[in-house]
């Protein structure tokens, strides 16, 4: 693989793209691009545009296309990626993969970790996340040392708002509908990549650094 990496993370809520995404980004001394995270830092900070995010995440609808792109397109300026990154939740919609398009960004990897939907719901229904530092963990899985308080960085964890179950059914239906048809967009350009998500997170891993050591 060439000396700048540009992987991107595809799969439903809930598959571990996150967990899969840090763990690569420490790896490889490249940066995770999340909107997820970068989307809930926003509305943290209650500035206009988390405020309106908020109205779509908190249900679990996808935020408009146009803030989204305008989003990942500042981050993809910061000197940060002189070497490459991981987009993590984006692009999820055919719009903002034509968007990346435009933005003469080729992918050399599309990691695609699927799992079934009915184990996706159980999971997403224990996850904690801790809001300042990104970190994610599940009640019975794989829980925070402390009782609701992060591992790394002393924060509070919460159950995000869209983690409850009928948030968790609306976004499978936007996976469903919005996001699966990226499966066939990246598989026909080559460069897809499937992962078994139903493995445990060190096996998904190992597979995945398989893939890129090739
Ligand atoms: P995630 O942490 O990736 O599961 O994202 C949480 C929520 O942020 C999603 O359910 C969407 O509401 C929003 N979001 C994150 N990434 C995107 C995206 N690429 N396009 C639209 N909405 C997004």
């Known amino acids: 693989m060439g000396k700048k990496t540009k992987l991107m993370m595809l799969g439903p809520p809930g598959a571990g793209k996150g967990t899969q995404a840090q763990r690569l980004a420490s790896r490889m001394g490249i940066p995770q691009i999340s909107t997820g995270d970068m989307l809930r830092a926003a509305k943290k900070s209650g500035s206009e545009m988390g405020k309106k995010a908020a109205e779509y995440m908190d249900k679990g609808h996808l ?10 397109e500042e981050s993809l300026k910061s000197p940060d990626v002189a ?5 993590d939740g984006f692009p999820r919609t055919v719009e903002q993969a034509e968007a990346l398009d435009s933005l003469g960004i080729k992918l050399d ?19 904690r996340a801790c809001l300042t530092c990104g970190a994610t963990y599940h009640v ?15 924060s509070e ?10 948030a968790i059914r609306t976004r499978m239906g ?16 080559g460069r897809l990549y499937d992962f078994d ?4 997170p060190d096996g998904v891993t190992a597979a995945i ?6």
Do not use: W
């Open 63 to 72: 935020v408009p296309d146009q803030v989204v792109i305008g989003i990942v």
């Open 83 to 87: 070497d490459g990154f991981i987009l």
């Open 109 to 127: 990897a599309v990691l695609n970790i699927q799992v079934d939907e009915d184990v996706l719901v159980k999971r997403l229904g224990g996850r």
């Open 140 to 154: 019975e899985h794989n829980p925070s040392k402390e009782e609701d308080i992060c591992d790394k960085c002393g």
């Open 157 to 166: 964890t919460i159950q995000r708002d869209d983690d409850k179950p009928e």
């Open 174 to 189: 936007a996976y469903r509908g919005k996001t699966a048809p990226l499966i066939e967009f990246y598989r026909e350009r």
């Open 197 to 200: 998500g139903a493995q445990s």
């Open 209 to 214: 650094m398989s893939v890129i050591e090739e």
